[in-house]
């Protein structure tokens, strides 16, 4: 890896969508017009036609971003919760450019690219965090497993024929107990993830909080639940059952043995986000659900404001 221009950019693609790979080549040459260095993994760049001067990095650690000022992330969830990976990891700020669906955590869409270029150029972004959380996982007061998440970490039944049995638990005392599919622990940025899937609430990323979800949960109160972000939240698998299974943010995922107890609470590191927008929340979530909004005639104003 050789590249000693001032300014380099990271840039993470799902090499597998035709449209990521039109779409990683402009923003490469874009960004090379300009004297700004990209760095590529090696083993995405096969799949990517890229100019000689792209700086190639063998192996995916935190320190392949050492020297980057942005890491740009291009393709969907998948590929942005994977980028969220190497900025936790590495600190670098994420910009995500929407390739799929939805992409809450993107902040441009495929058609803004060249505006992307641009907005990186003139440094005309600005950097939020983003809380996250922290997970264990206890047997037999033994932790044996640690991991973390930004949207979510989900404790799920392993198979399609029983439902788990679990006890919820904040900051030390039990709230309840039922049969479920699973429970979300979710951020406030995973609430329009998994967890809003599951019947949860749209809480605002802004807001500090964390939320437990209960999936399909066979029981009278089986109600999503907000809770401070100093809380510890807690859901212990019952020991007569058969094993569950973690997954944290989809990506990662460990068996739950029969009695596990899995505690979240707000995550030491934030995941750094480069915005390009000032729009509100707001106006993002009626973009992204496509939701209806006919027939709005605004605030009403007064003449003596």
């Known amino acids: 890896m050789t590249q000693n221009l001032a300014r380099t950019v990271f840039l993470l ?7 990521a790979i039109r779409s990683a080549e402009l923003v490469v040459k874009g960004l090379l ?24 990095v063998k192996e995916a650690t935190p320190q ?16 942005l919760l994977r980028g969220a990976e190497f900025a936790r990891a590495s600190g670098v700020p994420m910009l995500g450019v929407n390739l799929g ?44 497993h640690t991991d973390w998440a930004l949207n979510e970490a989900a404790v799920q039944k392993a198979g399609a024929e029983k439902l788990l049995e679990v006890v919820l638990e904040i900051d030390g005392r039990p709230v309840t107990g039922f049969g479920c599919d699973g429970v979300v622990l979710s951020t406030p940025t995973g609430s329009t993830a998994y967890a809003f899937s599951a019947g949860g609430p749209v809480v605002w990323p802004e807001v500090e909080a964390l939320l437990m979800v209960p999936i399909s949960a066979h029981a009278l109160f089986a ?9 510890v939240l807690a859901v212990e698998v019952l020991p007569h059952i058969p094993p569950g299974v973690l ?36 106006d993002r979530l009626v973009a992204k659900f496509a939701l209806p909004i006919t027939g709005w005639r605004g605030a009403p104003h007064h003449p003596s404001e």
């Open 64 to 79: 392949c971003l050492d020297g980057c000022e942005l890491l740009i992330v291009l393709g969907g969830d998948g590929t």
């Open 13 to 19: 693609a799902h090499t597998g969508r035709p449209a």
């Open 223 to 231: 109600k999503p639940l907000v809770t401070s972000p100093d809380s």
């Open 101 to 144: 669906r939805v992409g809450f955590l993107a902040e441009a869409e495929r058609d803004d690219l060249d505006r992307v270029v641009d907005r990186v150029v003139a440094r005309s972004y600005e950097v939020e965090e983003r809380m996250t959380v922290d997970v264990v996982v206890h047997r037999n007061g033994d932790i044996v």
């Open 247 to 282: 997954w944290c943010d989809g990506r990662r995922t460990v068996e739950l043995p029969p009695g596990a107890r899995v505690e979240v609470r707000r995550g030491a590191v934030p995941v750094r986000l480069a915005r390009l927008h000032h729009s509100s929340f707001t």
């Open 33 to 56: 017009r300009h004297g700004i260095g990209v760095r590529v993994l090696e083993e995405e760049a096969r799949d990517l036609p890229l100019p000689e001067e792209v700086a190639l």
